[in-house]
């Protein structure tokens, strides 16, 4: 067997851990950082596959075929994996999001071999079956029931992006719509996973207290034999510039009005990115923060406001939502908002906002790495999004080199009524059932998993 061959090594903070990338000779990316100081392992599979990887018409087949990837294989009866990671004291999940798929086991250290071993066989010995698509096509079209259907923010954060983006596939829901959910058979499913499912279309994260060279020779081992396939060349996707602001409206049983605007912004790779975010942080990232202190906490107009710049590897959304206290309209509060930026576009933030932002921003990134399975779920997400994990080391200098007069500028570029799309949810009157308290606080965005355009894990 070809001995894999190493492509990078990287310092991991100042605690003298290293990263190391290498690659197998079927393309397999193996990334590993030794840290033993807990004795347990974070192991991640990252697929380069998400629903902007969708043809009309499939949508939802990235988030259906997760689902099936916990089925039955050819030497694994249904189940048998989740039980086995769960007697070895471990835990597993997965997400889909919008440019990748990835597959997640936390485990004591002793338990190396159980996750190469599962991981490698549903890889390549997955069965699938019309029995496990009907049975998985029931679990996401109730999924798509509760999460889009009979959830207000969940149809807003959908139609924002529909409305958003007309050329784009990010325009397409993670989720799939129920039609071609519905529409999917057993042959998309299995071109599905012989094409996208490939050793040289993934990339293999392991994170904690491991022996670096038997954990790559075990990998090697188990992985070697797989076959690459001819990963399909994705079009470029160029999303047309928007040129006037795009609005919808839509009654809701809701007690009071609901906004979800974007306006369009940088992929994850330009450095505007986290300019951007870190304006979002100025401006309603914390209780502390300009419209946060002003529109929630003194005036009162919203209970709920926050923001989040998408990570995605295309150009996306700045996504913000805002729920309005009783009394208290959308247009209202827009116009309080649009007042806000256009002063904020005049004068830019002050040394001190920038300040506290920034160091709210690193703490946060900091707190990312703190356990193995944070660590391997940034390095996966860097090496997927951005094809290199080295990237996400340069944040912190990044962000300590953002200047009042970059953040001008960027506010400037982006901030613009014409490149922003708005989806307003206003009460029609119904009883709402399950619609959150007026008055509950929100300092930033909800966690949640990946199936959402706005939510991620």
């Avoid at 990338?21 to 950082?33: F, H, P, R, T």
């Avoid at 996504?319 to 309209?329: C, F, Y």
Wanted: glycine residues 8%; negative net charge; hydrophobic residues 35%.
């Amino acid at each position: 067997m070809n001995r894999a061959a190493p492509l990078s090594s990287s310092p991991f903070g100042e605690g003298g851990l290293t990263c190391r990338l290498y690659a197998l000779a079927n393309g397999l990316k193996v990334l590993l950082l030794r840290d033993p100081s807990s004795p347990v392992f974070a192991y991640q599979t990252w697929f380069s596959v998400g629903s902007r990887h969708e043809r009309e018409g499939k949508t939802g087949i990235a988030h259906l075929f997760e689902h099936l990837m916990f089925n039955e294989t050819e030497n694994l009866p249904h189940g048998e994996f989740d039980k086995q990671i769960e007697r070895a004291g471990g835990n597993t999940n997965a997400a889909t999001w919008v440019d990748w798929t990835y597959y997640q086991d936390d485990l004591p250290a002793s338990e190396f071999g159980l996750a190469v071993r599962l991981e490698s066989d549903r890889m390549q010995h997955l069965l699938i079956r019309d029995r496990q698509v009907e049975t998985e096509r029931g679990v996401v079209t109730s999924e798509r029931q509760m999460r889009v259907e009979d959830d207000v923010d969940g149809f807003m954060s959908e139609e924002l992006f529909r409305l958003a983006f007309s050329k784009h596939p990010y325009g397409h829901p993670t989720l799939g719509y129920m039609q071609d959910i519905q529409a999917l058979d057993l042959s998309d499913c299995m071109n599905f996973y012989r094409t996208y499912y490939a050793p040289n279309n993934a990339t293999v994260v392991v994170v904690g207290d491991i022996d670096e060279g038997q954990a790559l020779a075990l990998i090697e081992e188990q992985y070697g034999s797989i076959p690459s396939q001819a990963i399909p060349t994705e079009p470029k996707h160029i999303e047309p510039t928007q040129t006037e602001q795009r609005m919808v409206c839509f009654p809701k049983p809701i007690s009071t009005d609901k906004l979800l605007f974007g306006y369009k912004s940088p992929a994850r790779s330009d450095p505007d990115h986290l300019r951007l975010e870190l304006l979002g942080e100025i401006l309603m990232g914390s209780s502390a923060s300009i419209l946060y202190r002003d529109l929630v906490i003194e005036r009162e107009v919203f209970s709920a406001l926050s923001g989040s710049v998408m990570p995605f590897r295309d150009p996306g959304l700045w996504e913000i939502s805002a729920t309005l206290h009783r009394g208290h309209s959308a247009q209202e509060g827009l116009s309080l908002f649009d007042e806000h930026i256009r002063r904020f576009c005049e004068r830019g933030p002050t040394e001190a906002e920038l300040h506290r932002a920034r160091a709210r921003m690193l703490t946060s990134f900091y707190l990312s790495l703190k356990t193995a399975h944070g660590k391997a779920a940034c390095l996966g997400e860097a090496q997927t999004t951005l094809s290199d994990y080295r990237e996400m080391f340069r944040t912190p200098e990044l962000l300590r080199n953002i200047t009042v007069s970059e953040l001008l500028e960027t506010a400037r570029k982006y901030l613009r009524l014409e490149q922003r799309t708005i989806v307003l949810a206003e009460p029609n009157g119904e009883d709402p059932e399950d619609d959150e308290e007026d008055d509950e606080e929100d300092d930033g965005p909800p966690d949640g998993d990946a199936h959402g355009h706005g939510q991620k894990e």
